[in-house]
């Protein structure tokens, strides 16, 4: 438990030295921040260390009688705490006043004790921390500075007297050697804070162009989600518009199939009275063309998609309203059918069904003369593009068949009648193509583009 309240205490010194310390710069400001940073841990140390060294180095030059050494130490300490309270002190004064401490310092020992007296180990760092703190130039004129410093060293016993002594010629190799080695650290070191300076500046570009690219994707997806927001408002419309228009074409086609069945009702009631069977053969044609035409709307008003008819549910239906409507007693007559699923357009559904109408209606009227029994088939196949429509029976068939629908004869007047009439014309209408045979009954193929 103590050395859980030992380690707090640390923690919590450590954790203000660390607030202290760190410069109100952000990383991204480059090299400032760094110099920053070391300035003032350079300061902690050497508060942290001159307090350390301050009673022995006083004690021992009290005893000498060095007492300059004292004043200067004493000189020294005072500053270095000054620094340490002046959070507010601006950089370059505070580095200035270290680099002038750490040179008045190393220039004062080498008199005062010589060579051996640690003066030349305190000039040593003082171009380095000029070229760290300040630059390349800075740190050359730190250079030049020891150089003379040296200089005026090895020729001061010759002026002054002092308490040490060494031959001028020693006192040259050993600064020389202090200089080449203080230059070998202090270069290579103010070249890698340039680089270092360099790599700042490149990532700090690059993390430049990462927030701008930032910024226009953010804009670019701000914008995309308008737009999203837009066309999903937009489809919405689109789609209310749409189920809107669905209920009027459905109401559209409800309403045609009972105007149509309307119609077809009044003809049976007019069918009814007429008294001519003729009459009463050409009013039954018409409704049961009419009510073709109303199972289209009929078929299209019970199923989602307009634009296209079932044809093999359509072609079902009306067979089967024929076999109600036509098939004779007896069951003598069998209806059969064979229909692929495909869908086609109304405006070729309508003309299938009328014509599906007409030939089974003369197929009943002309194929099975005195109560004869057969069968009346319908197919639909699709072959490639093009869809085949047949209607045959196994009855009498119609030995003037290619007359019968103007096939290779140039009299469009071949017949009469109306129905085949309207069975060349929905031909026409569908551009399809004819296949008549008269083999075993008559097969009558409409050929004609599903498209």
């Known amino acids: 438990m103590e050395d859980e309240k030992k380690s707090g205490w640390l923690n919590r010194i450590f954790k203000l030295i660390r607030e202290y310390s760190t410069p109100k710069l952000s990383v991204s400001s ?24 301050y009673v022995p180095s006083v004690y021992l030059a009290w005893k000498e009688g060095k007492t300059e050494i004292l004043w200067i130490d004493t000189f020294a300490l005072i500053l270095i705490y000054v620094l340490v309270i002046g959070k507010r002190i601006p950089f370059w004064l505070k580095a200035t006043l270290i680099l002038a401490l750490n040179f008045l310092l190393g220039t004062a020992l080498l008199l005062a004790l010589g060579p051996e007296g640690g003066g030349m180990l305190w000039l ?125 074409l459905h109401e559209i086609h409800h309403r045609v199939k009972n105007n149509l069945q309307i119609v077809s009702g009044m003809l049976n009631l007019q069918n009814m009275y007429a008294g001519e069977s003729t009459s009463s053969e ?29 044809m093999k549910n359509y072609l079902e239906s009306l067979l089967q309203h024929l076999v109600t409507s036509y098939f004779p007693a007896g069951n003598r007559i069998g209806f059969e059918s064979d229909l692929d699923p495909v869908r086609i357009s109304m405006e070729k559904a309508i003309p299938c069904g009328l014509i599906v109408n007409e030939l089974i209606s003369n ?79 008559t097969s009558v193929c409409l050929i004609f583009s599903a498209q």
């Open 282 to 310: 050409v009013l039954s044609k018409a409704q049961s063309r009419i009510t073709a035409m109303a199972m289209i709307h009929d078929h299209l008003y019970k199923q989602d998609r307009f634009a296209t008819v079932d």
């Open 124 to 248: 040593f760092p003082f171009p380095v921390l000029a070229g760290v703190l300040f630059g390349l130039v800075p740190s050359l004129f730190g250079l030049l500075a020891n150089a003379i410093v040296v200089y005026l060293v090895a020729q001061a016993p010759y002026y002054l007297s002092l308490p040490w002594y060494m031959a001028p010629e020693r006192m040259y190799v050993v600064g020389l050697n202090f200089l080449i080695a203080n230059t070998i650290v202090c270069v290579p070191l103010t070249i890698l804070m340039r680089g270092l300076q360099a790599s700042i500046e490149r990532r700090n570009e690059y993390l430049s162009n990462l927030r701008l690219r930032k910024s226009h994707i953010y804009r670019s997806k701000r914008i995309l989600e308008n737009e999203i927001a837009r066309r999903i408002e937009i489809e919405k419309t689109l789609e209310d518009n749409l189920r809107e228009k669905e209920v009027l």
């Open 30 to 53: 480059g090299l400032s921040f760094w110099r920053e940073l070391i300035l003032t841990s350079l300061i902690f140390s050497i508060s942290l260390l001159g307090t350390i060294a």
């Open 363 to 441: 197929s009943l009227k002309h194929a099975f003369p005195n109560d004869k029994k057969g069968n009346i088939s319908v197919k639909l196949k699709i072959q490639g593009s093009h869809l085949h429509l047949t209607v045959e029976d196994d009855g009498v068939g119609m030995p003037s068949i290619q007359e019968w629908f103007g096939v290779g004869s140039s009299k469009a007047e071949a017949s009469d009648s109306l129905g085949l009439m309207i069975i060349r014309s929905l031909c026409n209408q569908l551009k399809a193509e004819l296949d008549l045979k008269n083999t075993g009954g």
